[in-house]
Structure formats: C-alpha cells, structure tokens
C-alpha cells in the first residue's frame, strides 16, 4: 500500500551515500510515497555539489558514516552555496557528537540508521514544511536519561507520537480530532511537564523518560 495518494507536491530528494541497499527505506522511499522523488544519487561526497545543481533538489539526504568529518564538511558545504536547501542526516544513534555538530550547523533532521521508510517519509514532510526532527532512537543518546518519569495523559502520548513522527499540527488536528488551540493547550501541558523549551526537546525528553 502506498503512503500518499492523489499528491500533486513532490519533494524532490538528492541523496548522497554508497548504492543503497535494495530493501532500505532509502531505497524504497519514492517507492511507496508518491509525493517523494529521489532524483539522484550522488556517490562520492566530492559529487555532490554538481548533483545539487543539476537538480536543485528540495532536500539533500546524507546516508553515509564512514567518514564523519567528510559528511560535516558536506554539510558546511552545502549550507554555504545552497542556504535555502533542507539537510537531512541518517547515522548511527549513538553518534553523539557528529549529531550534535551537524544539528549546530543546520540540518533539519537527523534519523537514526535502519530508519523505517514510513518513518523517513514522515520526516522529510516535516522538514518539507519547516519542521526539524529528531527519531527517538537518536533523541535518548542526545539528551542522556537524567529525567525521571513523568505521568502524561494518554492524548499527551499520543501527541507526542505523532510529534517523534514528524506530523505537522494540521494533521495532527485532523487525526485526533481536536482543534489547533486544543492542540497547542496540549503543547504547552506537555512542555511544562517534561520541562522542555520547544516541541523537538519535549519529544527527546520523552523518548529517553521511556513515555513513548
């Protein structure tokens, strides 16, 4: 079954990395997702520039880690000559500090490896419609576990789900059936009760709590 249907939007994806493999969500994303079109796929890194403007391209996917200061150049790179280009990075959770670094410099996503192609959809959407987002997998090495527990309703987790999935408000609304200021009610509940300055924080927060 196809993720979108009846989309007119593409977001048109160049992807950096070695030839994926034929089973990855990076390789089936386009695939099962109508409104997503990887356009080209740029291998090695010194490629990718010339890919971005043959294509100019909405967002540029980085998927590789063998060489983390290679793909942070690339990201500096990038940022520099295409600033209105989204990044998106997919490494390892446990990569603390490359996510940290690239995060600093401006990517508006970074996705754990092995990432579902549901869930990379869901975020290059997100990012699509100026969101930035954080997998939960990577948000619990990136924000420690030094909070303890802390009760939420169930719609409050079900918010937060749809938040780690990187759902935009309006259609969050229109999955939970409630209006944009309910919605933010919850936000701002949320925000208190995991001590969080903004939504991407409330979702790591929860992530590493173990509340979603």
Partial sequence: MRLV??????????????PADPDSSVAIVDVLADDIEIVSAAWP????????????????????????????????????RFPLVKIVVIGPAEADDYMRQVLRVGVRAYLSRGVEAEDLAAALRAIQG??????????????????SKVPLRRVEVQVLRLLSQGLTYDEMTELLQISRSTLKRYMNDI???LNARNRVQAVANAAKQGLI
């Fill in 5 to 18: 249907a009846n989309v007119t939007a593409r977001i048109r994806a160049v992807r950096v990395g070695p």
């Fill in 45 to 80: 890194p010194a490629r990718a520039l010339e890919s971005i403007v043959q294509h100019l391209p909405d967002i540029v996917l980085i998927d590789f880690d063998t060489n983390f200061s290679e793909a942070t150049d690339l990201v500096y790179g990038i940022r520099a």
């Fill in 130 to 147: 100026e969101h930035t987002v954080i997998d939960v997998d990577a948000s619990r090495v990136l924000f420690g576990d030094s909070l």
């Fill in 191 to 193: 925000e208190v009760k």
